[in-house]
C-alpha cells in the first residue's frame, strides 16, 4: 500500500511552488500537504518519515529561494485555520506556527503589548521567524519568545520553557521540523504610543529597503554585525544583472527578480556577489535565505 493512501484529501502531486514564495519562482513540490490538525499532521510526519522522505516545512515563503527543478520528497504547508490562531493572556500573546507575525504585532499593539513592534514590517510565519530568529537592529524575536511547543520528524511533541532554548544572531535552537505554538511575554504599554513606534519603524524600513517586488528580504546574513548591503554596496554591486535577477538599488542586500526571471538567474547572481566580495574586500559572505 502506498504511504499517501491515508492522506489524498490533503497531498497534491507536482504542485509548484513558486506562487507560496516571495521571489516566485522555483519548481514544484513532489509532495505537497496542507494538514487539516495537529493529529493528522503528526501522522502524516511519521509515515513520511517512516518511509525515508525527505520532509521540509514552508512557512510564508518569505525566507526562501526554490530551485528551478524543483524539491523531492514532501513539503508542509500549515495553512490549516488550527496551525494559526492568536489569544490574548494578561501579557502575553499566544500564537500558532502558521499565524502571520504581521498579524501577531497587530494584535499586541491593540492590546497594548509592547516588543515586538520593532518587528514591524517582517514578512512570514510566527514559525520561520523563531526557526531564523528575525529581526532588526531594534532587536529580534527570541528575547520575546516564552515559550515554544515543536514537533520532531518523528511526530513527537515537545514544550521549550525559555531556559530551554538558545537564540543568536538570525539562529535559534528551535530546529525541530515544526514549531507549532509560541508564546511570547510582552510589556504594557500605551497602545496609542506602540502604534506611533510601530508607524515610525514602517517608514524607515519603507524608505531604506525594496518593500512590495519580488525579492525575499535580506539574502546574506551581516558578517560580524558589518551590514553586509554596505559591502556589497561598497563592491559596486548594485544594478548588477545577471537574466531577470538584480542587486536593489535601495538596498544592496537585497536582490529583485524581475517577470521573466529564474531561480538559477538568482543563484548565480548569489555566487557573482560572494565572489566579487570576497575578492575586493576579503569577507566571505553567508546567505540568510534558504536554498531548496
Ligand atoms: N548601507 C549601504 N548600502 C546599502 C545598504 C546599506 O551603504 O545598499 C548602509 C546603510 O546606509 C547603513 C548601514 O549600511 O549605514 C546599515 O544598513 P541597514 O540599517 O539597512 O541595516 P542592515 O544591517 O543592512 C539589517 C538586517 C535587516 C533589517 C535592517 C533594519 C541583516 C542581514 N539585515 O540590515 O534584515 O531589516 O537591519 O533593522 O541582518 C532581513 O534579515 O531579511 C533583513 C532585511
Request: aromatic letters at 6%.
Amino acid at each position: 500500500m502506498n504511504w499517501l493512501s491515508e492522506f489524498e484529501s490533503i497531498v497534491r502531486q507536482g504542485e509548484p511552488l513558486a506562487p507560496y514564495t516571495w521571489f516566485r519562482l522555483g519548481g514544484p513540490a513532489q509532495y505537497f500537504a496542507e494538514p487539516e490538525s495537529h493529529q493528522q499532521l503528526a501522522e502524516l510526519v511519521r509515515r513520511a518519515h517512516a518511509e525515508g522522505e525527505p520532509i521540509r516545512l514552508l512557512g510564508g515563503g518569505s525566507n526562501i529561494l526554490v530551485r528551478d527543478e524543483g524539491v523531492p520528497g514532501l513539503v508542509i504547508h500549515l495553512s490549516a485555520p488550527c496551525f494559526g490562531g492568536i489569544r490574548v493572556q494578561g501579557r502575553h500573546v499566544i500564537a500558532g506556527g502558521g499565524a502571520k507575525l504581521g498579524h501577531v504585532i497587530s494584535t499586541a499593539v491593540r492590546e497594548g503589548l509592547g516588543g515586538l513592534e520593532s518587528l514591524v514590517g517582517i514578512p512570514g510565519t510566527v514559525g520561520g521567524a523563531l526557526h531564523g530568529n528575525a529581526g532588526g537592529r531594534g532587536g529580534d524575536i527570541g528575547q520575546w519568545t516564552y515559550r515554544a511547543t515543536v514537533m520532531t520528524v518523528e511526530g513527537e511533541f515537545h514544550d521549550r520553557s525559555r531556559e530551554e532554548m538558545i537564540f543568536a544572531y538570525r539562529k535559534s535552537s528551535l530546529d525541530e521540523l515544526v514549531i507549532l505554538e509560541a508564546e511570547f511575554q510582552l510589556e504594557h504599554e500605551d497602545p496609542q504610543e506602540l502604534t506611533k513606534r510601530m508607524q515610525t519603524q514602517w517608514i524607515i524600513k519603507k524608505a531604506s529597503q525594496p518593500l512590495g517586488h519580488q525579492n525575499a528580504g535580506c539574502i546574506f546574513k551581516n558578517p560580524r554585525g558589518i551590514s553586509a548591503g554596505m559591502l556589497i554596496d561598497q563592491a559596486g554591486l548594485k544594478g548588477t544583472r545577471i537574466g531577470g535577477a538584480e542587486v536593489s538599488e535601495r538596498h544592496a542586500n537585497f536582490i529583485i527578480a524581475e517577470p521573466g526571471a529564474t531561480a538559477q538567474d538568482v543563484l548565480r547572481l548569489i555566487e557573482l556577489i560572494r565572489s566579487r566580495v570576497a575578492d575586493r574586500l576579503g569577507v566571505e559572505l553567508e546567505t540568510e535565505i534558504e536554498i531548496w
